[in-house]
C-alpha cells in the first residue's frame, strides 16, 4: 500500500518561514512528477508547485518565495516557504504522479494535507 505523508505545517507570523515535507512510502516502482497544491476555506484547491525530474513550476502567487525540491532517494518532496503571507494560508497537500510496483502504472496520490497559518 502507498501512502503521502505530510508535515511541517504550523502557524507563522507574515514573514516568515515553513518548510513542508512529503514522504511517499510502500511498494514503489517508479514516482514521476510530485507536487504541492492548497486549499483556502471557500476556494478550490490550487497549484502551489510541482517537480519533475527536469524541471519545476510554480504558481506565480509563490514565485520568488517558495523553491520545491526532491530527494529521489527517500521519495521525498520538500516545499520551502519563505516570506510567508496571510494569503498563504491554507490546507497544503502533497501530490505524486506514481507507480506502485504491482501494477507499474502511474496513478494521482494525495498525502492527508497540512495546515499552514499565517497570520499578520
Known amino acids: 500500500q502507498v501512502q503521502l505523508v505530510e508535515s511541517g505545517g504550523g502557524l507563522v507570523r507574515a514573514g516568515g518561514s515553513l518548510r513542508l515535507s512529503c514522504a511517499a512510502s510502500g511498494s514503489i516502482f517508479s514516482i514521476n512528477a510530485m507536487g504541492w497544491y492548497r486549499q483556502a476555506p471557500g476556494k478550490q484547491r490550487e497549484l502551489v508547485a510541482t517537480?519533475?525530474?527536469?524541471?519545476?513550476k510554480y504558481a506565480d502567487s509563490v514565485k520568488g518565495r517558495f523553491t520545491i525540491s526532491r530527494d529521489n532517494a527517500k521519495n521525498t518532496v520538500y516545499l520551502q516557504m519563505n516570506s510567508l503571507k496571510p494569503e498563504d494560508t491554507a490546507v497544503y497537500y502533497c501530490?505524486?504522479?506514481?507507480?506502485?510496483?504491482?501494477?507499474?502504472?502511474?496513478?494521482?496520490?494525495w498525502g492527508q494535507g497540512t495546515q499552514v497559518t499565517v497570520s499578520s
Open positions: 517537480i519533475t525530474s527536469g524541471s519545476t
Open positions: 501530490n505524486a504522479e506514481l507507480a506502485p510496483i504491482i501494477t507499474h502504472h502511474y496513478y494521482n496520490y
